[in-house]
């Protein structure tokens, strides 16, 4: 069991995988700071300065104590939040689409078939009425 197992880590296409999941994860951290720090800043500025990730809904506002501790904490919907979200899915999947569309040009073209020739019995036939006549 031990044997099957080293066999099976050790081929390509576990490598290949675990080498994939250790760049997407480094792709999604550029693309998180891409939109953090330059896509939504001028989303905002566009947007009247507005800073998305603080816009929200209070649906209940946190209570404090008087000695400054926090006894019941705020109730809202973040859509702020959910917008910033929305937008690294876009940029995300527009990221992806350019390196899928980079990966399929690098790949050879598949050759044209040949055109199809007459199989063996057409060209029998063929030989055949040629030395009939």
Not at 61 to 85: L, Y
Request: no cysteine.
């Amino acid at each position: 069991m031990l044997k099957e197992f080293k066999n099976f880590i050790m081929t390509g296409n576990v490598i290949e995988f675990a080498v994939a999941v250790i760049m997407a994860g480094a792709v999604g951290l550029v693309v998180n700071g891409f939109v953090a720090d330059i896509v939504m800043p001028v989303v905002g500025h566009f947007a009247g300065g507005i800073d998305f990730a603080d816009m929200k809904v209070v649906l209940d506002e946190a209570v404090i104590a008087a000695d400054g501790s926090v006894t019941s904490a705020e109730n809202a919907i973040r859509w702020g939040a959910w917008v910033n979200t929305i937008v690294n899915l876009l940029i995300v999947g527009f990221v992806m689409f350019l390196i899928v569309k980079a990966y399929n040009k690098t790949k050879a073209p598949e050759p044209e078939a040949a055109p199809a020739g007459p199989t063996a019995e057409e060209l029998l036939t063929e030989i055949r009425d040629a030395l009939k006549k």
